[in-house]
């Protein structure tokens, strides 16, 4: 089976890792991560005390006493400074997901990546509707001139990414064409040469991302951004925020894992984004009024951080704790291991123990995830677990991503610490495995 797996699997996942699409939307979603950290962090300081409906109907406050205490210490218009952190992050990541991507992609051709950034974003401006419909009294107008706010957060994400990719691929093509090339003599600044250069190739871009935005209306009566969400966006989303999409995301990711290859970076380029929108989502739903559990997504932005990857992929906390009590001779592994693992590192495990190819490791290392996941799913569809409202760095000590992932509910810290017995519990058994093979074998070796 491992000589299958790896001659028929490992170089399709290789090159699904190395794809340069999926790596550029990786890369920039990943070098967004201060933008949408303290866009995250402003909406749960601005949210923590917020009123939620629960399914039965009722309303809870999880921390009534913070609005009153903000208030006492920063004045009465305390959320001010924290709301416009998320206006200018969060609420335009689609934005600066245009340009991240398009700047990686560019790269990867061996252009500069510089004035593909700005064709991106023109091409994606053009296919924005220029009016938005406003309601006035009992009327419903349309005011030209203004953007609706849902084409820029990450509502629109997957269409900026598409356009991005488009757009980038089209530049980075009509830049080779020497006709479209323009020359400048050698005194002229490199600045200047270099702009001249791609100036046709730039214009068409653009033109023809324009021309293409108004068959589309004209085919669909739907503007680009709409057609898109319609026909593959809702669709995916819908089709991502299931428990079988969450099983088979941590079942590939650890199944390359298995392999030596980094499953979250392979599989990156395409559960990020879905996972990144779903998430915003929930920001900016947990950022509104009263809005009901039943009306959040439960696979959405750091889900997995908070409730799965504790100690890392594999929940290999798990396995360092079934260690400490249980393994008389790994205890300098735990040693190893546990200082990084409480920031979700876990390299040191996976190839000190070693997981890596060790069929006796693989299989709680593959299978803990997978339960995870389901209970997490579970008891956030239920209600008995507040969704993700608030994205958490990826290294948040296990129990404490839980809290702030959801809001700072209780039930998040409870559900991440209810997991890890879990993940403890069935590592434990191969533990105890893994030693009474070692001392049958030491014995053996003796005779």
């Excluded at 990686?104 to 938005?132: C, N, R």
């Excluded at 609706?148 to 991005?164: E, K, P």
């Excluded at 057609?227 to 989303?237: A, E, Q």
């Excluded at 920001?283 to 959405?300: M, P, Q, R, S």
Aim: net charge neutral; aromatic share 12%.
């Amino acid at each position: 089976m491992m000589a299958w797996i790896e001659k028929y699997i490992m170089p399709t996942a290789v090159k699904v890792g190395n794809q340069r699409h999926l790596l550029a939307i990786r890369d920039a979603l990943i070098g967004m991560i201060a933008i949408t950290m303290v866009g995250s962090f402003a909406v749960l300081i601005n949210n923590i005390g917020a009123s939620t409906t629960q399914p039965d109907g009722t309303v809870t406050q999880v921390i009534s006493w913070w609005e009153p205490m903000m208030k006492g210490i920063f004045g009465e218009f305390w959320k001010e400074p924290t709301g416009q952190i998320w206006w200018g992050t969060l609420a335009a990541m689609t934005i600066f997901a245009v340009f991240g991507v398009a700047y990686k992609l560019a790269k990867s051709y061996g252009d500069d990546g510089f004035e593909a950034m700005f064709v991106a974003a023109a091409a994606y401006f053009t296919l924005i509707p220029q009016a938005v419909d406003v309601v006035v009294g009992d009327k419903t107008v349309s005011a030209w001139g203004n953007f609706g706010w849902g084409f820029f957060n990450g509502t629109a994400l997957f269409a900026g990414l598409i356009i991005s990719i488009l757009a980038t691929e089209v530049f980075v093509r009509l830049t080779r064409v020497k006709f479209l090339t323009i020359k400048l003599p050698e005194g002229v600044p490199s600045a200047v040469s270099r702009a001249f250069a791609k100036l046709f190739p730039g214009m068409i871009t653009v033109f023809i991302f324009a021309l293409f935005g108004v068959i589309i209306k004209h085919l669909t009566e739907l503007d680009f951004n709409l057609w898109i969400n319609k026909i593959l966006v809702s669709p995916l989303s819908d089709a991502a925020d299931s428990v079988g999409f969450a099983v088979l995301i941590v079942f590939l990711i650890h199944l390359f894992w298995a392999f030596g290859l980094h499953g979250n970076n392979i599989l990156g380029g395409i559960v990020t984004p879905l996972m990144t929108k779903l998430g915003t989502e929930n920001i900016d739903k947990f950022n509104g009024v009263n809005t009901a559990l039943k009306e959040y997504h439960v696979l959405a932005g750091s889900f997995l951080d908070a409730f799965v990857y504790m100690g890392g992929s594999g929940t290999t906390l798990g396995l360092l704790i079934a260690l400490f009590f249980a393994s008389k001779k790994r205890r300098q592994m735990v040693a190893l291991g546990l200082p990084p693992g409480l920031f979700n590192i876990n390299e040191p495990v996976t190839f000190g123990m070693p997981i890596v190819l060790n069929p006796i490791w693989l299989i709680p290392f593959m299978l803990t995830p997978i339960v995870l996941v389901i209970t997490s799913y579970f008891a956030v569809s239920v209600g008995l677990v507040h969704p993700i409202v608030t994205n958490i760095p990826w290294v948040t000590p296990p129990i404490l991503g839980g809290w702030l992932a959801t809001g700072g509910h209780l039930s998040g810290a409870l559900l991440a610490a209810f997991n890890l017995a879990i993940a403890v519990f069935i590592y434990l058994p191969f533990v105890v495995m893994q030693e009474r093979a070692d001392k049958k074998a030491f014995e053996a070796a003796k005779k």
